[in-house]
């Protein structure tokens, strides 16, 4: 990936001429309607409403009938394309039928190679609303929603359709929350962790099944998942509007952000159309009626191919459904911290005056060029934010949006200097030693799956021309691949190790001081004292990995290496910060731990279960430490939770806070979300969180406990208030609610 490694300054300066052909320099944004007409486009139309900068076109790729509601896509190692639908996702704005298991994965083929789909099996049916697909070698591996297994497809008579099926991580705890909070993404990174979008949890594939880590802190991105040609993951949130999170160190080290990690003008959008179905209403929209800022960023990527402009390569692009665009961003490393800035000034990438335009995912394909799943869908949001009398339940009456379904598109982005590549891959069918080639393909697609499958097939033959690679590869890439690729077979030795801690690229230094994790935890000598000639490396992304991989080190060397780091790189803001909070993150756990004690078996089960199920779920808006999340120009967007008294007080109104949602001002100040009902949640999962925010020692709360009993108590007598989100005045009903259970405060 081509990441600048300067200051600001000299970034602005080379912007106008890196980042920009002749032809895009006067890219200007077509303003095109106010008020768009509903009605669905067929395919051709609505790539007449898409807005490209010169040179860049929009290919159709696949449309309904062949995929309906389509939310994500992957292709396996032969380049067949395993598409996931929603189909039973917001029928109408009562989320009719939502649930039932009529959802599919298909796959599509591109059998006489003219780039366009022509072949189409139903791979997976009967699903309900499944949410990721990994193929790896001859499986695939899925997730659907409210179920936390991981299972394992084949397909073994070759008819393209899967006839074997196993679970090969199984957690038979159903996932509660709203299908939107749930995870949307596995991806297979560079360090051949499988990453999800969400949660505390990470998979490695063994021998057929998944070796599960557990992670610091809980990840909170949503839809989508992606990285860079060194493995660096992008997540976004959707929920709190942040178009770009956790862009600055890797899971493993704990979750980590900045205010000013995006520039101010990144988080402003710039519609061909009106937005009039924002969620927000009015309020989130321009004189226009155009979106102002991301509500639901999603589905994001780093352009890794080689068959567009190479400056695209590297840069960030994140959809926006609601806003029916795509933003670009210019991924600018400054000192080893990640900033991303916008591409180019009040104009997005792509824009779409179609109404029906919902884009949900980006990728980089096999032949090099930019995917677009559009799920081109009425109602792209979810029934808890559209009950009849809201504004967005309203809005889906008035335009008919309900009808919009059983669509969808897959679109590629070719530019006029560039073909495709119609190499058909073949990697299933090819022996490893023809697979080393693609490890310096310069489509990173091709990298990447080549490492997969080698490692996959667990062929360790090819060891000698791994090292080869690293020892000879003029390429820095596949110095990188070769060096992971032989991580993946445990067959990384010391002695390649440490020639690789020496190499001419910080890129590949810096994989290194990655991968000698395995050797630092067996507490090795050599390798833990090589790594202390890097303390003073030319590049402050080797020096910040070197101080991360050391840190959680008990190792007396490792220790006085990490202090050394910290002495002497004392200016750079990524390190200090991060061991900042890696310490704190330590105090916390104790004083946590100490807190706990002091309750009783039954209340510290509550609790703890509270404290995982918030930061899966409430730390997306409220923020993991209850602070409330300032990132960006962006507006907080919900309150904070530390030292509120709505959350320390009154019992009846905080339970029904929960149930009914809320909306408006908190305490005089407007916050950009809404707060939907959590009445669908069970009473355990609701006394569960409401404990944890009560009694956390992070929040520096210290009240009693919810009872599961008390939630079912306070539900009996709120089930017939208003629905939708109350404001806080309406939330003195409360009082009613003890006039009709007078008993109530007696008994507490």
Not at 5 to 32: G, H, M, P, W
Not at 204 to 222: A, E, H, R, S, Y
Not at 257 to 266: G, M, P, S
Request: aromatic fraction near 8%; glycine fraction near 6%; charge should be negative.
């Amino acid at each position: 990936m081509h990441i600048r490694v300067v200051a600001v300054l000299v970034c602005i300066l080379l912007f106008s001429c890196e980042n920009r052909s002749t032809d895009e320099s006067s890219y200007q944004r077509k303003f095109i309607t106010t008020n768009p007409d509903p009605a669905p486009l067929s395919p051709e139309e609505s790539i007449k409403k898409i807005q490209l900068p010169p040179g860049y076109r929009v290919e159709l790729v696949a449309s309904e009938p062949m995929v309906q509601e389509p939310v994500a896509l992957a292709w396996d190692g032969n380049g067949r394309m395993y598409v996931v639908q929603m189909n039973t996702y917001m029928k109408d704005a009562n989320a009719t039928e939502e649930y039932e298991p009529t959802s599919r994965i298909m796959r599509l083929e591109d059998s006489d190679n003219d780039g366009l789909m022509d072949k189409v099996s139903v791979f997976i049916d009967s699903l309900v609303l499944p949410r990721t697909v990994l193929p790896v070698g001859d499986e695939v591996l899925v997730t659907v929603t409210n179920a936390q297994h991981v299972w394992s497809y084949k397909d073994t008579d070759g008819d393209g359709k899967a006839d074997q099926k196993k679970i090969i991580y199984e957690n038979n705890t159903i996932d509660s929350r709203n299908l939107e909070h749930q995870n949307g993404a596995f991806y297979w990174n560079l360090d051949n962790w499988i990453y999800p979008s969400r949660d505390n949890l990470r998979y490695k594939f063994k021998n057929g099944t998944l070796l599960v880590d557990t992670l610091v802190d809980n990840m909170i991105g949503q839809w989508g998942l992606t990285s860079d040609n060194y493995g660096k993951l992008f997540y976004s949130e959707a929920g709190p509007g942040l178009p770009a999170v956790q862009i600055q160190q890797m899971p493993a080290y704990g979750a980590l952000n900045f205010k000013d990690q995006y520039a101010e003008d990144f988080t402003i959008l710039w519609p061909v159309i009106g937005n009039v179905d924002a969620q927000g209403g009015p309020r989130a929209l321009r004189e226009d009626s155009t979106l102002v800022r991301f509500t639901s960023g999603t589905g994001q990527s780093i352009f890794r191919g080689d068959r567009l402009p190479t400056n695209m390569i590297g840069d960030y692009f994140i959809p926006e459904p609601v806003g029916r665009v795509i933003k670009r961003g210019n991924v600018i490393n400054q000192n080893g911290k990640i900033r991303i800035e916008s591409a180019y000034k009040e104009v997005d990438w792509l824009a779409s005056a179609d109404m029906n335009f919902r884009p949900v995912n980006t990728y980089t394909g096999p032949d090099g060029c930019f995917y677009i799943v559009d799920m081109y869908h009425g109602i792209i949001q979810e029934g808890e934010w559209t009950p009849p009398e809201s504004y967005l339940g309203k809005k889906i009456v008035e335009l008919g949006l309900d009808k919009n379904k059983n669509m969808g598109r897959i679109y590629r982005i070719v530019h006029k200097d560039f073909k495709p590549d119609r190499t058909k891959p073949n990697m299933l069918n090819q022996p490893v030693s023809e697979l080393i080639q693609y490890l310096s393909h310069p489509n990173g697609w091709w990298r990447d799956m080549a490492q997969q499958t080698i490692i996959v097939r667990n062929d360790k033959s090819v060891v000698p021309q791994l090292k080869e690679i690293i020892n000879q590869s003029t390429s820095h890439l596949a110095r990188i691949h070769a060096l992971w690729t032989l991580e993946g077979l445990d067959a990384l030795d010391k002695e390649i190790l440490l020639n690789v801690l020496a190499d001419t690229n910080a890129h590949v230094r810096k994989s290194a001081v990655w991968a000698s994790e395995l050797f630092i935890q067996q507490q090795d000598a050599d390798v833990i004292s090589r790594l202390g000639n890097l303390t003073t490396d030319s590049s402050a992304d080797v020096r910040i990995q070197l101080m991360l991989s050391l840190r959680s080190s008990n190792n007396v060397k490792a220790q006085q290496i990490t202090t050394q780091l910290l002495t002497s790189d004392s200016t750079n803001e990524l390190m200090q910060f991060s061991y900042k909070m890696f310490e704190e993150a330590k105090v916390r756990a104790e004083t946590e731990l100490a807190r706990l004690k002091n309750l009783s078996p039954a209340d510290r089960a509550l609790v703890s279960k509270g404290a995982v199920r918030y930061k899966q779920l409430c730390a997306n808006c409220h923020g993991a430490d209850g602070k409330g999340i300032l990132i960006g120009s962006n507006p907080m967007p919900a309150p904070p939770l530390i030292g509120s008294a709505r959350v320390t007080g009154d019992k009846i109104a905080l339970i029904q806070l929960m149930l009914m949602g809320l909306q408006g001002p908190v305490d005089g100040k407007e916050y950009p979300n809404t707060m939907p009902p959590m009445n669908s949640s069970s009473d355990d999962y609701l006394a569960s969180v409401l404990s944890y925010i009560r009694n956390s020692s992070d929040f520096g709360n210290k009240s009693s406990v919810i009872t599961e009993e008390e939630v079912k108590e306070v539900r009996s007598f709120t089930k017939h208030m208003p629905p939708g989100g109350t404001t806080l005045r309406s939330l003195e009903i409360g009082k009613l609610g003890r006039a009709e259970n007078k008993n109530w405060d007696k008994k507490k």
